[in-house]
C-alpha cells in the first residue's frame, strides 16, 4: 500500500472520530463557519481552542472565498439593520407626512442624543457626509450610506466621529472646500437660484472663523510674486491672509451693499479668494475674472478699512 493511501485512511479515520466531530461543533459554535471550513482548521490545528484562536488572530487565513463574503455580507446587513433603526427612531418626530426622512424637529432630538448645538459647524460636516438634501433634513439612503461610509452604526459611534469630523473640517482645505461647496445647495431655498444674504452670511459666519482657526484657509502665497522693493512691512502683509477681521468687513460691505442676494459664482469663488488675498488686499486684481462683488468689496475695503 502507498504511503499516498495509508495517509489518506488515517486522514479519513481521524475525520470520523468522536474527538474530531465535536471539535468540529465546538468550533463551529464559535465561529459559525460551515463544516467544510471548520474541517480545514481543526485538521490542521488539532483541538478546538487552538484553532478557534488561530481564526480570530487571521479570519481569513483559512476560510473559503465564498464564507468570507458571507462574512461580509452578514456584517453589512447588520449594519445596515442598525441603522435603519436609528433613522426610524428620528424619522417619527415631530408627526404629518415626512415621507421617508428625518425632519428639523428629528434632527434637533439627535443633536440633543450626540450632546451637539444644533448651530455647531460640524453638522455641516455630517451633513455632507449624510448627502442631506436640506437643513435639518436627512433620508433613509443618505443617512445609510453616509454612516457606513464612515464604518458607524451606533449612537455612540456618532458621538466619537464628531470631534474628527470637526477637526478635519478646520485643517483640511481639500475636504473643507468639498463641505464649504456642498453647503450652498445645501443652504439654498428651493427653487431659488440664489443664496439669500442673510442665509449666506450665517454659513459663512460658521465656516470661515473654523477654516482660519483650524487653518484650512491658511494663506497659499502666489509663487510667481517676486518683487524685491516691498518694505517689511508690506512682506507681512503679504504673507498673511483672511482674518476673522476680514469676515467682519465683508459682513459690514454686505450689509450696506444690499442686494438680492449670493449667486453661486460668488459662493463659490469667494473660498479661492479667502485663501490667497493677502491682509491689505496688496495682490488683488481688479482686472482678473472675480465676481463683481469681490471687486467691490476689494474696492470698498481699501477705501474704508485699509486707511484708518
Not at 473559503?64 to 449594519?79: F, G, V
Not at 518683487?227 to 450689509?255: R, V
Request: aromatic share 10%.
Amino acid at each position: 500500500m502507498s504511503k499516498v493511501n495509508r495517509s489518506s485512511r488515517a486522514s479519513n479515520r481521524q475525520n470520523h472520530s468522536p474527538d474530531f466531530t465535536a471539535a468540529v461543533s465546538q468550533f463551529m459554535a464559535v465561529t459559525n463557519l460551515p463544516i467544510k471550513d471548520a474541517t480545514k482548521y481543526i485538521q490542521k490545528y488539532g483541538k478546538a481552542e487552538l484553532a478557534i484562536d488561530a481564526y480570530y488572530n487571521d479570519p481569513d487565513a483559512m476560510v473559503s472565498a465564498s464564507a468570507t463574503q458571507n462574512r461580509r455580507d452578514s456584517a453589512a446587513q447588520s449594519q445596515a439593520q442598525k441603522l435603519n433603526l436609528l433613522f426610524d427612531k428620528y424619522k417619527g418626530i415631530g408627526g404629518g407626512d415626512q415621507g421617508d426622512s428625518i425632519s428639523i424637529d428629528g434632527t434637533i432630538k439627535l443633536c440633543a442624543d450626540l450632546e451637539v448645538d444644533p448651530e455647531d459647524v460640524v453638522l455641516l460636516a455630517v451633513a455632507y457626509e449624510l448627502k442631506a438634501p436640506g437643513v435639518g433634513e436627512f433620508t433613509r439612503a443618505g443617512w445609510r450610506d453616509g454612516w457606513r461610509n464612515l464604518g458607524i452604526d451606533s449612537l455612540a459611534g456618532m458621538k466619537n466621529a464628531l470631534p474628527r469630523l470637526r477637526r478635519n473640517l478646520g485643517s483640511d482645505f481639500r475636504y473643507f472646500k468639498e463641505v464649504y461647496l456642498f453647503t450652498f445647495d445645501f443652504a439654498r431655498t428651493e427653487g431659488q437660484r440664489s443664496l439669500a444674504t442673510d442665509t449666506a452670511q450665517a454659513f459663512w459666519g460658521l465656516l470661515l472663523p473654523h477654516g482660519v482657526k483650524g487653518g484650512a484657509l491658511t494663506h497659499a502665497e502666489d509663487d510667481d510674486d517676486d518683487e524685491e522693493d516691498q518694505s517689511m512691512e508690506d512682506n507681512l502683509a503679504l504673507t498673511q491672509g483672511w482674518s476673522d477681521k476680514h469676515t467682519e468687513w465683508w459682513f459690514e460691505f454686505l450689509s450696506e451693499k444690499g442686494g438680492r442676494g449670493i449667486s453661486r459664482d460668488t459662493w463659490t469663488m469667494f473660498i479661492s479668494f479667502a485663501r490667497t488675498i493677502d491682509s491689505k488686499f496688496k495682490r488683488h486684481n481688479l482686472e482678473a475674472a472675480w465676481p463683481s462683488t469681490i471687486d467691490d468689496f476689494v474696492e470698498w475695503a481699501r477705501e474704508h478699512r485699509l486707511t484708518e
